[in-house]
């Protein structure tokens, strides 16, 4: 099967510093993946590589079977970058009809989908509104319709929920599955482990390089001899690992207590624990 992102050996430093250690990568059609690791990782720096705002020292990458700098792609690719901002003088409307304009999408099909996206998202009674006088949320959800008005057949969202409230998130999870039902791929980072475990095929764990991957089934499979032991007395909840560890503290427990099986967020935890 042909990759629609094909990150092969990548590596990128800023000076001395390296940020993406031997990366390998791929983002097939029809799947949703996730880049998932912690404040500094290197999950940006590899995603701003995938748009060609930055190019890789070392390793090879290709989108849409191209290279990412090459501009002809872009209309094939929607992409809300991590810091970027609506333009703030500009209507919400008007956002998204330049950028449809830009992005060289016919006047009919901005307003047809401009306005489905709009409504989807709850933003439609602000369309009039300049996009300076938005919430955060609401800013970031208008990133999230610019960045969707081409159709675009691949999708790279570098923390696209971030700042949303419970309710908005669940209006971009619902879109971003429904784009998966539609056959489209997306890339996306997120810190909300809950987001990636509802949404990824596959996950990526990264800290300057990848630190495990896998089908998010196949991830909590590894770890399903991880336990989590809540013990109400103390309060305190423990991650155990094997179930003679679990049979040797829970005899040792006189109060009421819970075991769950572990979450994504406790394998992120457990991969992650000696991050500083
Ligand atoms: N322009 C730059 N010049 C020098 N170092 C940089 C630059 N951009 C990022 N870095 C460094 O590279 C590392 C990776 O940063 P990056 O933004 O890719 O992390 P991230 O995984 O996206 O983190 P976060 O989850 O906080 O968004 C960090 O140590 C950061 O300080
Ligand atoms: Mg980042």
């Keep these: 099967m ?31 993946v996730s880049l998932l690791g912690p404040n500094g990782a290197g999950k940006t720096t590899l995603v701003k590589q995938l748009y060609g705002e930055l190019l890789p020292n070392k390793g090879k990458i290709t989108v849409l079977g191209n290279n990412p700098t090459n501009r002809k792609i872009m209309k094939s690719i929607g992409i809300i970058p991590q810091e970027v901002q609506p333009y703030e003088d500009l209507t919400v409307w008007d956002n998204i009809y330049y950028l449809g304009k ?17 409504r989807k998202l709850e933003l439609l009674e602000k369309r009039n509104t300049l996009a300076m006088k938005l919430s955060g949320g609401m800013k970031r959800k208008l990133l999230l319709a610019t960045s969707l008005i081409n159709d675009p057949k691949l999708v790279i969202l570098d923390e696209p929920t971030t700042g949303l409230d419970a309710r908005a998130r669940r209006e971009v999870w619902n879109i971003l599955l429904g784009l998966k039902k539609e056959g489209k791929s997306i890339l996306l980072t997120t810190h909300y482990l809950d987001e990636a475990e509802k949404l990824s095929d596959r996950i990526y764990f990264i800290n300057r390089k990848i630190v495990i991957e896998g089908l998010t089934s196949e991830i909590k499979e590894k770890f399903s001899d991880w336990y989590e032991l809540i013990d109400y007395d103390s309060g305190k909840t423990i991650r155990i690992k094997g179930e003679d560890e679990l049979k040797k503290v829970i005899s040792n427990l006189n109060g009421k207590f819970e075991v769950r099986l572990p979450s994504l967020e406790e394998i992120y935890l457990e991969v992650f624990k000696d991050v500083s």
Excluded: C, M, P
Aim: net charge negative.
């Design 102 to 118: 830009i992005k060289g999408v016919k006047t009919k099909q901005i307003y047809e989908r401009g306005e489905d996206l709009l």
């Design 2 to 32: 042909e990759a629609l992102i094909d990150v092969q050996h990548v590596w990128k430093l800023y000076g001395k510093f390296v940020a993406n250690e031997d990366i390998s990568l791929t983002l097939y059609k029809g799947e949703i």
